[in-house]
Structure formats: structure tokens, C-alpha cells
């Protein structure tokens, strides 16, 4: 079955959740929120982050390109404004070379353990670029880890590899750690249906 994408909304939360549940909350409960806080809340479980990212679904401050292979959730890619993600990694080197900061971002990416290497990762990054350009487009950063040609753990490539952000039409800006890189890209406002209809 062709892998189509639907945006994180209220209509799609319930597959969103089934997927995290599936694999018990993600890095230990984690619900995809790791990177909506500022760093500095005091830590709490899986239920209590759960009932937050619910929250921020419901009031449109989540934003992730889900890709469903049928009815099923197979993974996503998270991004937002810069503002609704605030806490990447690498946090200090960033801020110390910073000169001016995105309008968007794009954090992490989780795929179904059953389904990697099948390129869903690639096709959730290249979802999440449409989106972006759906919303206005603009500047837009990320950060991911540079192993090319080399295997490395799936679980540290939750930002993605430089390798298939480069595909993607990103650049490497700077470094930020060992293998931690900025990239970044600028992606056009699409057009609505009725601008494309009158062009
Ligand atoms: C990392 C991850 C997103 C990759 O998803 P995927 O669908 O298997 O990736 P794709 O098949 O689209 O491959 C994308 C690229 O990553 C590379 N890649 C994927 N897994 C890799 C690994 N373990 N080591 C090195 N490179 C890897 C692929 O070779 C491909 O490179 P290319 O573009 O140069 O061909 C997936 O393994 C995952 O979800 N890991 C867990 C992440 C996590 O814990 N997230 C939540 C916490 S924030």
C-alpha cells in the first residue's frame, strides 16, 4: 500500500497515540515532548507529558508530518515554529554561534520499530518540508548527526541524518557537536489551490 501523510491534529491523536503506546512512550515516556519544554521543568512521567502534548494537539501547538501506510501511523517527523521548540540539543553551542534564529524547526523523528530502513524517515522529512511550505514557509533549521557511511544505534538518530537532510535541499551551516550539525534551508509558501487555479 502507497505511504501517505496527514498532519498531528485532534482527527489524527488517536493513531499518534497508539504508535507511542505501542512502544511504551518513547525513550521512557517521553510522548514527543522532550522538545516543546525550555529544559529547565522539573522532570514527570509518562502520563502527566502524555495529558501535555495532548494539550498542545488540541490547541494546534504541535505540529508533526505522520505517515500512515493504510489506516496505520507508521511514524512522523516533528517540527514548529521556533517558539513551540524551544529545547535542542546542543543547546549552548547553538546560542554561542547564533546570529539570527529560524522560523522553524525540525526536532525529531520517530519511526515504527517494525518498519525502519524502508525509507519512512525520508518521507516524513520531505511531508514535514510541505507542510512547512503549507504554513507559510520560511527559514528553516535542524539538526542532525553526521555518520555517514557508518551504522549507528537507531536511537541516536532521533534528529535525523545529515545525509537525508542534504537530499532534502538543506545545507550544513555549523557544527554544534562531535557529529551534531545545524543545516538549514529556506522552503517557499505553497500556494493555496484557488492561487494555483488563477496563475
Ligand atoms: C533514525 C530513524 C528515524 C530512521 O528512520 P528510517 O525510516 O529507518 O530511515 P530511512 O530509511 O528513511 O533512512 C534515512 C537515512 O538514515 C540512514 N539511517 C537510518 N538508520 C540508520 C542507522 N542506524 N545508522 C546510520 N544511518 C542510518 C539511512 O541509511 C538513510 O540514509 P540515506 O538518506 O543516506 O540513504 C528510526 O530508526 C527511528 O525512529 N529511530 C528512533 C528515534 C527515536 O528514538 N526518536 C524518538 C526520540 S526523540
Redesign the pocket.
Known sequence: MPLTSKALSPETWPEFARLVEKHHG??GG?W?I??HLTGKEERRGAAAYRGMKQKLVREGRAHAALVFDGPTAV?WCQFGPTAELPNIRSRKAYEAGLRELPDWRI?????D?E???????????REAVREIGRLGGGTVEAYPED??G????????????V??FE?AGFHRDRKIAMRRWVVNRTVARSRTKREASRA
Open positions: 518513547i525513550f517521553c514527543c522532550a522538545f511514524g526536532t525529531c523523528f520517530f519511526i520499530r518498519r525502519r530502513g524502508e525509507g519512512i524517515a525520508t518521507v516524513a522529512l555518520f555517514t557508518q551504522r549507528t544505534s537507531n536511537s541516536f538518530l532521533c534528529s535525523g541524518t545525509g537525508m537530499k
